[in-house]
């Protein structure tokens, strides 16, 4: 992926932060409560290449099921509800990049500090793995609507850092490394 799309996305980003007025709502159902899945047949390209970013990320943290989504850095595993569990495959696989752009700052990776000291940049983290996430998410093809939820989510944690766009654009920089690292 060019950088031009990376820096596309990034002023995107930051043109709508302002626009967020709604809180981001997670995908899945935390109630126990099944939804039923969109999955769509084999030959939906998008889904094919996010299968593709996956199964091809040398090093990768072990994914296991689990009921809610959570990377796990001093045991290198990420959590991820089962893919019926998301309303459709493109959210399941939008979070389970987000997961894996965090994974990426494993001391074993990419070894960012935001990840390594996240009681200090735990904000910058998380804005480091939605924007990593959707970058993998373009690349894949995804055009599902993850995008407005990125954009509430990111205007969560770009409050807690005092509304600095400098913040979105240093977790941008190392959400186009992330991103690189997962499919190099």
């Excluded at 932060?17 to 126990?32: F, I, M, S, T």
């Excluded at 409560?33 to 939906?44: D, L, S, T």
């Excluded at 099921?65 to 696989?93: H, K, R």
């Amino acid at each position: 992926m060019k950088t031009d799309t990376y820096q596309e996305i990034t002023e995107q980003i930051i043109k709508r932060l302002e626009d967020v007025r709604h809180p981001w709502r997670r995908p899945w159902n935390n109630h126990g409560v099944k939804q039923k899945c969109e999955i769509p047949e084999n030959n939906n390209e998008s889904i094919k290449r996010c299968t593709q970013i996956v199964e091809n990320f040398s090093g990768k943290p072990a994914i296991n099921e689990n009921n809610f989504a959570c990377y796990y850095p001093n045991s290198d595993y990420v959590d991820i509800p089962e893919i019926e569990a998301f309303n459709t495959a493109e959210s399941y696989y939008h979070t389970l990049f987000h997961e894996l752009i965090h994974s990426t700052g494993h001391k074993e990776r990419l070894n960012r500090k935001t990840l390594v000291e996240v009681e200090h940049y735990k904000g910058e983290e998380e804005l480091t793995a939605e924007i990593g996430a959707i970058f993998l998410c373009e690349i894949a093809g995804i055009k599902e609507n993850v995008f407005n939820n990125t954009m509430a989510y990111i205007q969560k944690w770009f409050q807690t850092l005092e509304n600095d766009p400098k913040m979105v654009i240093l977790a941008a920089g190392a959400a186009q490394k992330a991103a690189d690292y997962v499919q190099k």
